[in-house]
Protein backbone atom coordinates (compact mmCIF):
# COMPACT_ATOMS: atom_id res chain seq x y z
CA UNK A 1 0.00 0.00 0.00
CA UNK A 2 2.86 2.24 0.88
CA UNK A 3 4.68 1.38 -2.37
CA UNK A 4 1.34 1.95 -4.48
CA UNK A 5 1.11 5.53 -2.44
CA UNK A 6 4.79 6.25 -3.85
CA UNK A 7 4.23 5.30 -7.29
CA UNK A 8 0.93 7.76 -7.34
CA UNK A 9 3.01 10.61 -6.31
CA UNK A 10 6.04 10.39 -8.58
CA UNK A 11 3.36 9.88 -11.11
CA UNK A 12 1.67 13.18 -10.11
CA UNK A 13 5.13 15.09 -9.78
CA UNK A 14 5.69 13.62 -13.38
CA UNK A 15 2.47 14.78 -14.61
CA UNK A 16 2.73 18.13 -13.03
CA UNK A 17 6.32 18.58 -14.02
CA UNK A 18 4.84 17.79 -17.83
CA UNK A 19 2.30 20.28 -17.38
CA UNK A 20 4.49 22.56 -16.23
CA UNK A 21 7.35 21.89 -19.49
CA UNK A 22 4.12 21.66 -22.00
CA UNK A 23 3.11 25.28 -20.46
CA UNK A 24 6.82 26.26 -21.43
CA UNK A 25 6.53 24.94 -24.52
CA UNK A 26 3.56 26.25 -25.80
CA UNK A 27 2.89 27.07 -29.82
CA UNK A 28 2.10 30.70 -30.22
CA UNK A 29 -0.55 30.94 -32.47
CA UNK A 30 -0.16 33.48 -35.25
CA UNK A 31 -3.34 35.05 -37.18
CA UNK A 32 -2.49 34.45 -40.49
CA UNK A 33 -3.05 38.31 -42.94
CA UNK A 34 -4.47 37.78 -46.18
CA UNK A 35 -2.96 41.15 -47.61
CA UNK A 36 -0.35 42.14 -45.27
CA UNK A 37 2.15 44.95 -45.85
CA UNK A 38 5.74 44.77 -43.82
CA UNK A 39 6.52 47.42 -41.23
CA UNK A 40 9.42 47.98 -39.39
CA UNK A 41 9.67 50.81 -36.17
CA UNK A 42 12.36 52.45 -35.16
CA UNK A 43 12.57 55.11 -31.62
CA UNK A 44 14.68 57.69 -32.98
CA UNK A 45 13.54 60.25 -29.71
CA UNK A 46 17.81 60.05 -28.52
CA UNK A 47 17.56 62.96 -25.79
CA UNK A 48 18.35 62.35 -22.59
CA UNK A 49 16.52 63.72 -19.47
CA UNK A 50 18.27 66.62 -17.92
CA UNK A 51 18.31 69.97 -15.79
CA UNK A 52 17.29 71.95 -19.22
CA UNK A 53 14.53 69.01 -20.07
CA UNK A 54 13.56 68.13 -16.77
CA UNK A 55 10.05 68.50 -17.33
CA UNK A 56 9.70 66.69 -21.01
CA UNK A 57 9.01 62.60 -20.45
CA UNK A 58 11.15 60.02 -21.03
CA UNK A 59 11.44 58.47 -24.15
CA UNK A 60 10.00 55.12 -23.91
CA UNK A 61 7.13 54.29 -26.04
CA UNK A 62 3.88 51.59 -26.59
CA UNK A 63 2.43 51.77 -30.41
CA UNK A 64 -0.97 51.12 -30.69
CA UNK A 65 -2.42 50.44 -33.96
CA UNK A 66 -6.00 50.50 -34.53
CA UNK A 67 -6.31 51.00 -30.97
CA UNK A 68 -10.13 50.91 -28.77
CA UNK A 69 -10.37 53.86 -26.75
CA UNK A 70 -12.71 53.78 -23.93
CA UNK A 71 -15.15 56.36 -22.52
CA UNK A 72 -12.54 58.53 -20.69
CA UNK A 73 -10.60 58.41 -24.15
CA UNK A 74 -7.32 55.90 -22.58
CA UNK A 75 -6.86 52.90 -24.77
CA UNK A 76 -7.84 50.06 -23.54
CA UNK A 77 -6.98 47.66 -26.42
CA UNK A 78 -5.53 47.32 -30.13
CA UNK A 79 -5.14 45.30 -32.77
CA UNK A 80 -1.39 45.87 -32.55
CA UNK A 81 0.51 46.53 -29.83
CA UNK A 82 4.44 47.15 -29.91
CA UNK A 83 5.26 47.86 -26.17
CA UNK A 84 8.39 48.67 -24.21
CA UNK A 85 9.44 50.40 -27.20
CA UNK A 86 13.40 52.49 -26.22
CA UNK A 87 15.64 54.69 -27.84
CA UNK A 88 16.93 52.24 -31.10
CA UNK A 89 20.27 50.96 -31.19
CA UNK A 90 22.94 52.30 -33.26
CA UNK A 91 22.86 49.09 -35.39
CA UNK A 92 20.52 47.46 -36.69
CA UNK A 93 21.42 43.70 -38.54
CA UNK A 94 20.34 41.84 -41.09
CA UNK A 95 18.51 39.03 -39.43
CA UNK A 96 15.96 39.50 -35.89
CA UNK A 97 18.28 39.47 -33.27
CA UNK A 98 16.44 40.36 -30.35
CA UNK A 99 13.84 37.81 -30.17
CA UNK A 100 13.97 35.69 -27.00
CA UNK A 101 17.57 37.38 -26.09
CA UNK A 102 17.77 39.64 -22.94
CA UNK A 103 16.55 40.05 -19.50
CA UNK A 104 14.76 42.96 -19.97
CA UNK A 105 11.60 43.60 -22.39
CA UNK A 106 13.06 46.99 -23.83
CA UNK A 107 12.28 46.72 -27.26
CA UNK A 108 14.83 48.81 -29.80
CA UNK A 109 12.74 48.34 -32.23
CA UNK A 110 9.28 46.38 -33.57
CA UNK A 111 8.81 43.48 -33.75
CA UNK A 112 12.14 43.02 -32.55
CA UNK A 113 11.51 41.09 -29.52
CA UNK A 114 7.75 40.61 -30.51
CA UNK A 115 6.71 37.24 -31.28
CA UNK A 116 4.78 38.11 -34.42
CA UNK A 117 4.29 37.34 -37.92
CA UNK A 118 7.35 38.64 -39.96
CA UNK A 119 8.12 38.98 -43.69
CA UNK A 120 9.09 36.43 -45.82
CA UNK A 121 12.18 36.37 -48.43
CA UNK A 122 10.89 38.50 -50.96
CA UNK A 123 12.74 38.71 -53.96
CA UNK A 124 16.27 36.97 -52.15
CA UNK A 125 16.09 39.41 -49.30
CA UNK A 126 15.57 38.19 -45.85
CA UNK A 127 11.94 40.55 -44.47
CA UNK A 128 12.17 38.82 -41.12
CA UNK A 129 12.92 42.25 -39.55
CA UNK A 130 9.92 43.44 -40.28
CA UNK A 131 6.22 42.65 -38.97
CA UNK A 132 3.39 41.77 -41.35
CA UNK A 133 0.45 43.92 -40.39
CA UNK A 134 -2.61 44.15 -42.58
CA UNK A 135 -2.30 46.37 -45.38
CA UNK A 136 -4.91 49.36 -45.48
CA UNK A 137 -5.50 52.91 -43.87
CA UNK A 138 -4.77 52.41 -39.94
CA UNK A 139 -5.24 55.12 -37.21
CA UNK A 140 -1.37 54.87 -34.96
CA UNK A 141 -0.98 56.02 -31.71
CA UNK A 142 2.38 56.24 -29.51
CA UNK A 143 1.97 56.76 -26.25
CA UNK A 144 4.64 57.67 -23.53
CA UNK A 145 4.86 54.74 -20.90
CA UNK A 146 7.01 54.74 -17.71
CA UNK A 147 9.97 52.54 -17.81
CA UNK A 148 9.29 49.19 -15.75
CA UNK A 149 8.10 45.87 -17.10
CA UNK A 150 4.71 46.40 -16.60
CA UNK A 151 2.61 45.62 -19.99
CA UNK A 152 0.43 48.61 -21.38
CA UNK A 153 -2.48 47.73 -20.51
CA UNK A 154 -2.01 46.48 -16.94
CA UNK A 155 -0.76 50.23 -15.72
CA UNK A 156 -2.21 51.89 -13.64
CA UNK A 157 -5.15 54.43 -15.15
CA UNK A 158 -3.25 57.45 -15.05
CA UNK A 159 0.41 56.14 -16.51
CA UNK A 160 -1.81 55.13 -20.21
CA UNK A 161 -2.96 59.22 -20.75
CA UNK A 162 0.30 60.81 -22.15
CA UNK A 163 -0.14 60.90 -26.28
CA UNK A 164 3.25 61.11 -28.03
CA UNK A 165 1.39 61.19 -31.66
CA UNK A 166 -2.21 60.34 -32.79
CA UNK A 167 -2.45 60.37 -36.40
CA UNK A 168 -3.37 57.68 -39.61
CA UNK A 169 -1.22 55.69 -42.06
CA UNK A 170 -1.98 53.89 -45.58
CA UNK A 171 0.19 50.87 -46.02
CA UNK A 172 -0.27 49.12 -49.57
CA UNK A 173 -0.46 45.95 -49.94
CA UNK A 174 3.22 43.86 -49.99
CA UNK A 175 4.96 47.04 -49.81
CA UNK A 176 7.88 47.67 -46.83
CA UNK A 177 7.82 50.65 -44.93
CA UNK A 178 9.88 51.80 -42.32
CA UNK A 179 8.80 54.07 -39.82
CA UNK A 180 10.48 56.47 -37.61
CA UNK A 181 9.51 58.49 -34.72
CA UNK A 182 11.11 61.63 -34.73
CA UNK A 183 11.63 65.01 -32.80
CA UNK A 184 10.80 67.18 -35.90
CA UNK A 185 11.76 70.98 -34.45
CA UNK A 186 14.62 71.00 -31.77
CA UNK A 187 13.69 74.35 -30.41
CA UNK A 188 9.78 73.49 -30.11
CA UNK A 189 10.24 69.83 -28.75
CA UNK A 190 7.79 68.88 -31.58
CA UNK A 191 7.67 65.42 -32.17
CA UNK A 192 6.37 63.18 -35.60
CA UNK A 193 6.28 60.08 -37.48
CA UNK A 194 8.12 59.39 -40.82
CA UNK A 195 7.16 57.01 -42.61
CA UNK A 196 9.23 55.37 -45.51
CA UNK A 197 8.15 52.89 -48.47
CA UNK A 198 11.26 51.17 -49.00
CA UNK A 199 12.01 50.43 -52.96
CA UNK A 200 15.54 48.00 -52.20
CA UNK A 201 13.19 44.34 -52.79
CA UNK A 202 12.42 46.10 -56.31
CA UNK A 203 15.99 47.32 -57.82
CA UNK A 204 18.43 44.72 -59.70
CA UNK A 205 20.79 44.78 -57.20
CA UNK A 206 24.23 42.94 -58.11
CA UNK A 207 25.10 40.39 -55.52
CA UNK A 208 29.10 41.81 -55.86
CA UNK A 209 27.85 45.36 -54.90
CA UNK A 210 27.63 46.63 -51.43
CA UNK A 211 24.80 49.25 -51.62
CA UNK A 212 24.25 52.37 -49.13
CA UNK A 213 22.34 55.51 -49.03
CA UNK A 214 21.77 58.25 -46.54
CA UNK A 215 19.23 59.72 -44.66
CA UNK A 216 19.68 63.52 -42.27
CA UNK A 217 16.66 62.97 -40.20
CA UNK A 218 17.76 65.50 -37.49
CA UNK A 219 15.47 67.72 -36.36
CA UNK A 220 15.14 71.53 -37.77
CA UNK A 221 17.56 73.79 -35.66
CA UNK A 222 19.23 70.91 -34.26
CA UNK A 223 23.16 71.99 -35.61
CA UNK A 224 22.63 75.56 -34.77
CA UNK A 225 21.92 74.96 -30.94
CA UNK A 226 24.13 75.47 -28.72
CA UNK A 227 26.75 72.65 -27.75
CA UNK A 228 26.29 72.50 -24.32
CA UNK A 229 22.57 72.78 -24.41
CA UNK A 230 22.56 69.09 -26.94
CA UNK A 231 24.47 68.12 -23.80
CA UNK A 232 27.99 68.80 -24.64
CA UNK A 233 30.77 66.69 -26.60
CA UNK A 234 30.34 64.00 -25.07
CA UNK A 235 26.49 63.61 -26.25
CA UNK A 236 27.20 62.34 -29.24
CA UNK A 237 30.17 60.36 -30.76
CA UNK A 238 33.00 62.16 -32.02
CA UNK A 239 32.24 65.54 -34.27
CA UNK A 240 28.84 64.55 -34.99
CA UNK A 241 27.76 64.18 -31.56
CA UNK A 242 26.81 68.73 -32.20
CA UNK A 243 25.28 67.82 -35.52
CA UNK A 244 25.96 68.46 -39.07
CA UNK A 245 24.58 71.36 -41.26
CA UNK A 246 21.63 70.91 -43.39
CA UNK A 247 23.51 70.07 -46.67
CA UNK A 248 26.97 68.29 -46.43
CA UNK A 249 29.03 66.35 -49.31
CA UNK A 250 29.80 62.44 -48.79
CA UNK A 251 32.91 61.12 -49.53
CA UNK A 252 33.65 57.47 -49.76
CA UNK A 253 37.07 55.75 -48.43
CA UNK A 254 37.93 52.60 -48.54
CA UNK A 255 40.66 50.33 -46.03
CA UNK A 256 42.23 46.80 -46.36
CA UNK A 257 43.68 46.81 -42.82
CA UNK A 258 42.95 48.81 -39.65
CA UNK A 259 45.38 51.23 -40.74
CA UNK A 260 43.13 54.93 -40.99
CA UNK A 261 45.81 56.66 -42.94
CA UNK A 262 46.25 56.99 -46.44
CA UNK A 263 48.75 54.44 -46.48
CA UNK A 264 46.06 52.08 -45.45
CA UNK A 265 43.32 53.38 -48.37
CA UNK A 266 42.31 50.71 -51.49
CA UNK A 267 43.87 52.52 -54.36
CA UNK A 268 40.43 54.47 -56.15
CA UNK A 269 38.94 54.88 -52.96
CA UNK A 270 40.20 57.19 -50.92
CA UNK A 271 37.84 60.50 -50.72
CA UNK A 272 35.68 59.84 -53.49
CA UNK A 273 32.65 61.77 -53.79
CA UNK A 274 29.31 60.08 -53.48
CA UNK A 275 26.44 62.82 -53.08
CA UNK A 276 25.08 65.71 -51.40
CA UNK A 277 22.95 65.02 -48.36
CA UNK A 278 20.30 67.60 -47.60
CA UNK A 279 18.08 67.51 -43.90
CA UNK A 280 14.76 66.21 -44.07
CA UNK A 281 12.36 64.51 -41.78
CA UNK A 282 9.35 65.46 -44.19
CA UNK A 283 9.42 64.62 -47.63
CA UNK A 284 8.60 60.70 -47.57
CA UNK A 285 11.11 59.70 -50.31
CA UNK A 286 13.72 56.91 -50.91
CA UNK A 287 17.41 57.86 -51.24
CA UNK A 288 19.32 56.58 -53.95
CA UNK A 289 21.53 54.18 -53.30
CA UNK A 290 25.18 54.46 -53.66
CA UNK A 291 27.70 51.06 -54.49
CA UNK A 292 31.48 49.91 -54.30
CA UNK A 293 32.56 46.21 -54.94
CA UNK A 294 32.87 43.83 -52.28
CA UNK A 295 36.18 42.99 -53.66
CA UNK A 296 37.66 46.50 -54.25
CA UNK A 297 40.95 45.39 -52.41
CA UNK A 298 42.67 43.58 -55.41
CA UNK A 299 44.98 41.09 -53.01
CA UNK A 300 41.76 39.55 -51.41
CA UNK A 301 41.43 35.86 -52.95
CA UNK A 302 37.75 36.92 -53.72
CA UNK A 303 36.22 35.01 -51.34
CA UNK A 304 36.80 36.72 -48.17
CA UNK A 305 37.92 40.22 -47.59
CA UNK A 306 38.61 42.35 -44.27
CA UNK A 307 37.97 45.61 -46.46
CA UNK A 308 35.90 48.53 -44.20
CA UNK A 309 34.69 52.17 -44.91
CA UNK A 310 35.13 55.37 -44.07
CA UNK A 311 32.42 57.85 -44.28
CA UNK A 312 33.13 61.92 -44.12
CA UNK A 313 30.76 64.43 -43.76
CA UNK A 314 31.45 67.81 -45.55
CA UNK A 315 30.29 71.51 -45.51
CA UNK A 316 30.65 72.72 -49.12
CA UNK A 317 33.80 73.86 -50.68
CA UNK A 318 35.50 70.95 -48.22
CA UNK A 319 37.03 67.54 -48.40
CA UNK A 320 40.39 65.24 -47.51
CA UNK A 321 42.86 67.36 -49.20
CA UNK A 322 41.68 70.85 -47.14
CA UNK A 323 40.07 69.72 -43.96
CA UNK A 324 41.43 72.05 -41.23
CA UNK A 325 40.39 70.03 -38.58
CA UNK A 326 42.22 67.35 -35.53
CA UNK A 327 41.29 63.89 -35.64
CA UNK A 328 41.47 64.01 -31.92
CA UNK A 329 38.73 67.14 -31.80
CA UNK A 330 35.56 67.04 -31.79
CA UNK A 331 35.27 70.57 -32.17
CA UNK A 332 34.68 71.21 -35.83
CA UNK A 333 32.11 73.85 -36.42
CA UNK A 334 29.45 71.52 -38.03
CA UNK A 335 31.75 71.18 -41.21
CA UNK A 336 33.12 68.09 -41.03
CA UNK A 337 32.28 64.59 -38.90
CA UNK A 338 32.82 60.76 -40.12
CA UNK A 339 31.43 57.33 -39.90
CA UNK A 340 34.10 54.11 -39.76
CA UNK A 341 32.22 50.71 -40.34
CA UNK A 342 35.28 49.30 -39.01
CA UNK A 343 36.10 45.46 -39.15
CA UNK A 344 33.88 43.08 -36.92
CA UNK A 345 35.95 42.15 -33.67
CA UNK A 346 38.69 44.86 -34.17
CA UNK A 347 39.71 47.60 -32.31
CA UNK A 348 39.62 51.53 -34.03
CA UNK A 349 43.12 52.30 -34.08
CA UNK A 350 44.53 56.01 -33.24
CA UNK A 351 43.63 58.84 -35.14
CA UNK A 352 39.74 57.43 -35.40
CA UNK A 353 38.77 59.45 -31.78
CA UNK A 354 36.80 61.35 -33.63
CA UNK A 355 34.58 59.20 -35.74
CA UNK A 356 31.59 57.48 -35.17
CA UNK A 357 32.01 53.69 -34.61
CA UNK A 358 29.67 51.51 -36.55
CA UNK A 359 29.82 47.42 -37.66
CA UNK A 360 31.38 46.77 -41.07
CA UNK A 361 29.13 46.73 -44.35
CA UNK A 362 30.46 43.15 -45.11
CA UNK A 363 28.27 40.23 -43.94
CA UNK A 364 31.20 37.87 -43.05
CA UNK A 365 29.79 34.40 -42.34
CA UNK A 366 30.22 30.34 -42.29
CA UNK A 367 28.52 29.44 -45.82
CA UNK A 368 29.11 26.61 -47.85
CA UNK A 369 32.62 25.31 -47.26
CA UNK A 370 33.85 28.39 -46.66
CA UNK A 371 34.47 29.59 -43.28
CA UNK A 372 34.27 32.67 -43.16
CA UNK A 373 32.78 33.64 -46.79
CA UNK A 374 32.00 37.40 -46.93
CA UNK A 375 28.56 38.51 -49.05
CA UNK A 376 27.50 41.93 -50.01
CA UNK A 377 24.82 44.13 -48.25
CA UNK A 378 22.23 46.91 -48.75
CA UNK A 379 22.38 49.33 -45.92
CA UNK A 380 20.97 52.99 -44.61
CA UNK A 381 22.92 55.42 -42.53
CA UNK A 382 20.50 57.27 -40.76
CA UNK A 383 21.81 60.94 -38.78
CA UNK A 384 19.76 62.30 -36.16
CA UNK A 385 20.50 64.43 -33.61
CA UNK A 386 24.10 63.97 -33.27
CA UNK A 387 23.55 60.40 -33.51
CA UNK A 388 24.52 57.54 -36.41
CA UNK A 389 22.39 54.49 -36.87
CA UNK A 390 23.27 51.90 -39.48
CA UNK A 391 20.87 49.29 -40.79
CA UNK A 392 21.88 46.27 -42.72
CA UNK A 393 19.68 44.33 -45.10
CA UNK A 394 20.70 40.97 -46.20
CA UNK A 395 20.53 38.43 -49.57
CA UNK A 396 19.53 34.82 -48.07
CA UNK A 397 23.07 32.69 -48.53
CA UNK A 398 23.81 28.84 -48.61
CA UNK A 399 24.27 27.34 -44.94
CA UNK A 400 27.22 26.23 -43.87
CA UNK A 401 28.69 22.59 -45.08
CA UNK A 402 30.50 20.66 -42.52
Given at each position: ??L ?8 SY????L ?11 Y???D ?10 L????G ?8 P???M ?8 D????N?A ?10 PY ?6 H ?7 N ?7 E?V??G????G ?5 WA ?7 R???M ?6 I ?20 L??K??Y ?12 K ?12 L????S ?10 S??Y ?10 T ?8 N???D ?5 L ?8 LP ?10 YL????RNS??L?VS ?9 D??SD???T???Q????F??G?D?T ?12 N?W ?8 G?T?Q??M?N??SL ?9 GK??PR?F ?11 R????T?Q ?7 Y
Amino acid sequence: MMLRSKIQNILSYASLALLFFMAGCSKVEYKKIDDPAYLRVFNNLNYKIGIDNKDELLPFLTMLIDPEMGQDGIPINAAIKGDFLDQREPYAPPYPSHVGSGTTKNNPEYPGRENVLVGPVLNGYDLSSWAQVPSGKHRIVFMFRPKNEIPFFALETKLKKNVLIDTTIVLDSKEVYTLHVLQKDYQSRKNGIYLRKENFQKLPLSDSLIYVNFYNMSSKGYWEADNEAKGGTTYGMGALGNGIRDEMNIFLSLYKNANPLPAGRIPGYGGKYLTTLKRNSEVLEVSPYYSFPLFADGTSDGIHTEMWQRFDFFAKGMDLTNNPYGQYTPLTDNNWASVNCFMSGKTPQPGMENSVSLPNMIVNIHSGKYNPRSFATVNTIEIVNGRAYLTTIQRKYAPPIY
